[in-house]
């Protein structure tokens, strides 16, 4: 509940932005230069970047991309994922090894190396490092959904609809599938985290979106740039600060999901 | 008139032993018998026996390695596809495990209106009402359409997988061990509620168990399996009770009986079943049969009359003489 | 015959996060040196927690609310764990029911055999093999010397089952507990194990508590029985008597209940309804509201577990004299 609650804040900042921050113009870009670097104060709550700009107001419109960039790549990754495999736990056969070895490959490479190497390749841009980090997802979901269909496939009432002359189609869809999401839909509202947090490490490794948009993984890697942590403190601490709450949030609601898919599926068992 | 005809029925799975070789499960081999239309035809077996593996050959859940199927005159294991789907219809199943039948995820009453709607077409509102119908005729609530398996008791998901089964008309019904894992009072609800739509409807039953007494209540006709094989074919209670096999009387006097006033010579039967991977040659049974001999090892008992059952037994005459004597 | 084992109205809730559950209300039994007692019943009637309670292998969240548990003169309600722990194993031994969980995957049987000659007689190891194969050979194991070298799961259920007897026998205890010892295995193995038991019971001079939901096996095997309804103690009664002279409404309804060869062409005597929860359960008589003798005291009165026969106790209101 908790970390609902953190992740409505951020989605309210994100939507209404340009009418909550206070330094609308400085918040998408424009330059206050001499006030640059100003540790906080009243008018800055946050203090102020290195062209001056308001940090608050760079969070604040950064929400909105450090969300987006989240969701949509586990909005890419999930469904590859779970289709490959499901076909592969269904259909088995041919198919199955073909898939399950093309997933086996990717899963060879660390997530966060793998993302690195396409968004390199890709170029520089939001969107290169939302397809890289969507690539190098996908195959987890492949491996979680394969062996939850191979599980599901051999319980009874899977038989039964076999029995009652139900297409295999069906089968699959209605019977199958919404037994195996569970686990997968879990683990994407973790990863919608976890996406957030490799953006912004890709984003301070200098792929990713470019300044002057307020990526927070840009603005975490000017911090780091600009000068030491120390000095320049409020930079990299709220930066780094938004970053970690963001991704509790999704941890949280993913642990809170857990909780409450999982128990009603499991009977509880009184030996008596 | 046989509703079903199975004739040498035989199902081998491929087993990997080792790190090279290639093993085979003879889980059933060369198995024959008929079912009589409306009757009760009880198959009885341990683990091992091979008589759940039967039952799903005949539900074509699982391909037969050889043999044929009759069902009505039409051979089921050439079925294939859409004639495949159709026939299926008319052989339904109920399974051992009830709550484990029923889709976790789907409403008992969308269970049952699934196939009426997949095979029959029929529309929700239509679907709705045959649903009602379903449950009271099983004995349930029209309500209990709303709720989840894990919010129905043993008996009540096992009363509903019966309702799903009965809601595409079929004429003949395989049931594995359906209150086995039910308390003795359900089971009995559970068994009056099979004899009453039996008697109602014409159904065939092919009553998969291992629960003897059980057999002994409900089967007109009864076979007894071992390893793959059948080693005695008969009426029920001319098995049970006065059984020629060797094991039939083993297993027989095995079950322990509720009526403590009744003393029997038990059979214990040594050791252990063995192993399917590697079926005992000639006679299967032998390495357990406190009868056996030579030519059991050497030469495979085909089933034969004697004394009003089909017995699988070269010496089945004598052994009766020893132990009525 | 000298009691070895007196349960006396045993009461015992299981708090759950939907309530607190009633688990067990006034269980009272007997069991005497050298005796088995049948302890049978449907789910939820609590025969594997009496005699989890009776070992103290309850859950955190049960609580006893109240009785006495007394063996060889002590309550075992009253003993710390440490003291539990010289009874557990050593003076009240336990089988349950399936042995494949029971047995430690990892470690050979003739391993986990020795340990506990070893720690609760404090023999060395070599004479710890020594018992245990004996051991193996008394429960009719093959080839005990290689045996002990093999794992759990290279052995068949009904062998398996054997080396949890012979554990559980070890060291000599006076009383062994059997939960289910045959649910799990085939019918011709389950007639050896009971074989096995009945042998090792005259031999050992052991009392056995066997709990199992089959009367069959219960008609074969024992000396006495308790039928238990929804943690209750319905009826306790010589095999015999039981069988011959039912007195609770329950007991009458289960073995009517029961298929037999007998009864064909005759609907099965069901009994109406389902077991109550026992978060919730009936008042008075917990058995009342599927009675077909219920009178409308039953309700209300809980009745008490009387002998009302010699031997024969019943807990039911229709004995007390009550007729309406």
């Known amino acids: 509940m908790v970390g609902f609650a953190i992740l409505v804040v951020f989605v309210f900042v994100a939507a209404f932005a340009p009418w909550l921050a206070p330094f609308p113009d400085q918040g998408r870009g424009a330059t206050n230069l001499g006030e640059k670097l100003q540790a906080p104060t009243a008018t800055h709550i946050l203090g102020t970047d290195e062209f001056g700009r308001d940090i608050l107001s760079r969070l604040m419109f950064g929400s909105s991309l450090a969300l987006a960039v989240g969701v949509l790549t586990v909005a890419i990754a999930f469904p590859i994922g779970v289709v490959l495999g499901a076909l592969a736990g269904y259909v088995r056969g041919v198919a199955e090894e073909v898939i399950m070895r093309i997933t086996d490959m990717f899963l060879a490479f660390p997530p966060i190396l793998l993302a690195f190497v396409i968004a390199a390749t890709l170029g520089r841009g939001t969107t290169a490092v939302i397809i890289a980090m969507a690539v190098s997802f996908w195959p987890w979901y492949t491996r979680l959904v394969h062996s939850q269909v191979l599980h599901v496939r051999s319980q009874p009432f899977v038989e039964a609809a076999t029995v009652l002359g139900l297409p295999r189609r069906r089968i699959l869809v209605r019977h199958i599938l919404p037994n195996t999401l569970t686990s997968a839909t879990i683990q994407a509202s973790m990863d919608i985290g976890s996406a957030i947090l490799i953006g912004s490490a890709l984003s301070w490794i200098g792929l990713g979106p470019q300044p002057p948009t307020p990526d927070w993984g840009v603005m975490f890697n000017t911090a780091y740039l600009s000068g030491s942590f120390v000095t320049f403190w409020w930079y990299s601490t709220f930066t780094g600060l938004a970053i970690f709450l963001v991704v509790l949030s999704f941890n949280l609601i993913g642990d809170a999901l857990r909780d409450s898919l999982d128990p009603k599926l499991r009977r509880r068992r009184l030996i008596v | ?325 | 015959m000298k009691a070895l084992l007196e349960v006396r109205d045993l009461s015992l809730d299981f708090e759950t996060e939907g309530g607190v559950a009633k688990v067990l209300d006034r269980v009272s039994f007997t069991v005497s040196e050298s005796e088995v007692f049948g302890l049978v019943g449907e789910t939820g009637c609590g025969k594997t927690v009496t005699a989890l309670a009776i070992l103290r292998l309850l859950p955190s969240n049960a609580k006893i609310r109240g009785g006495n548990v007394v063996f060889l003169g002590e309550d075992l309600l009253l003993k710390s764990e440490a003291e539990m722990n010289r009874i557990r194993g050593i003076r009240i031994s336990m089988v349950f029911q399936d042995p494949a969980t029971s047995l430690n995957p990892v470690y050979p049987v003739g391993e986990q055999i020795a340990r506990v000659v070893m720690v609760h007689e404090g023999v060395e190891r070599g004479a710890a093999e020594e018992r245990a194969i004996a051991l193996f050979r008394r429960v009719g194991l093959p080839d005990p010397e290689n045996l002990l070298r093999r794992y759990p799961h290279e052995l068949s259920g009904g062998m398996q089952q054997r080396v949890m007897i012979s554990m559980a026998l070890a060291c000599r205890p006076k009383l062994l507990i059997a939960d289910e010892p045959t649910t799990a295995v085939d019918v011709t193995i389950q007639a050896q194990i009971l074989d096995l038991l009945m042998e090792l019971r005259r031999e050992f001079k052991l009392s056995v508590l066997l709990i199992t939901h089959n009367l069959g096996i219960v008609a074969e095997t024992c000396d006495r029985i308790g039928v238990m309804y929804a943690g209750t103690m319905a009826e306790v009664a010589s095999t015999q008597d039981l069988f011959r002279e039912p007195l609770h409404p329950y007991t009458q309804s289960l073995l009517k209940a029961l298929p037999r060869a007998d009864a064909r062409g005759h609907p099965l005597a069901s009994i109406p309804g389902m077991v109550p929860s026992l978060l919730e359960p009936p008042t008075g008589c917990r058995y009342h509201p599927r009675c077909s003798f219920a009178m409308p005291t039953c309700s209300v009165r809980r009745p008490e577990l009387l002998e009302h026969r010699a031997s024969h106790a019943a807990s039911c209101l229709l004995y007390e004299g009550v007729t309406q």
Not at chain 2, 87 to 109: D, E, H, I, K
Not at chain 2, 156 to 175: G, H
Not at chain 2, 261 to 290: A, H, N, Q
Not at chain 2, 304 to 314: I, P, Q, Y
Request: aromatic share 6%; glycine share 8%; charged share 25%.
């Open chain 2, 1 to 325: 008139m046989s509703l079903l005809r199975v004739e040498g029925l035989t199902k081998h799975f491929p087993a990997r032993e080792g790190f090279l070789g290639t093993a085979t499960i003879h889980a059933v081999d060369d198995v024959s018998f008929e079912i009589e239309e409306g009757e009760t035809f009880g198959l009885v077996g341990e683990s091992g026996s091979g008589k759940s593996t039967l039952g799903r050959c005949i539900l074509r859940i699982i391909e037969p390695t050889a043999g044929r199927i009759w069902f009505d005159d039409q051979d089921l294991t050439a079925l294939r596809g859409e004639p495949l789907r159709t026939t299926r219809l008319r052989l339904q199943a109920v399974f051992q495990n009830p709550m484990g039948s029923l889709n976790p995820r789907m409403r008992a009453g969308t269970a049952i209106a699934e196939p009426l709607r997949v095979h029959l077409k029929m529309t929700k509102v239509e679907a709705e009402s045959h649903v009602h119908e379903l449950l009271a005729r099983v004995g349930l609530h029209a309500e209990v359409a709303q709720r989840y398996p894990h919010e129905l008791s043993g008996g009540q998901c096992q009363r509903v997988a019966i309702a799903r089964a009965l809601a595409v008309e079929p004429r003949f019904l395989v049931l594995d061990e359906p209150t086995s894992s039910l308390d003795v009072s359900v089971q009995a609800q559970i068994v009056n509620l099979l004899k009453d739509l039996q008697g109602d409807l014409g159904l065939t039953y092919l009553f998969i168990t291992h629960d003897l007494s059980l057999v002994s209540y409900l089967a007109d006709h009864v076979a007894v399996m071992y390893l793959g094989k059948i080693m005695e074919l008969g009426k029920a209670l001319e098995v049970l009770e006065r059984g020629s096999h060797p094991y039939t009387r083993a297993l027989f006097s095995a079950v322990p009986v509720p009526d403590p006033g009744r003393k029997r010579g038990r059979i214990v039967l040594p050791g252990e079943i063995p192993s399917s991977l590697e079926p005992p040659s000639g006679c299967r049974f032998r390495t357990r049969c406190p009868w056996a001999q030579e030519r059991c090892a050497q030469e495979q008992p085909l089933l034969r009359d004697v004394r009003g059952t089909r017995t699988a037994c070269h010496f089945a005459e004598s052994i009766v003489e020893e132990v009525s004597a």
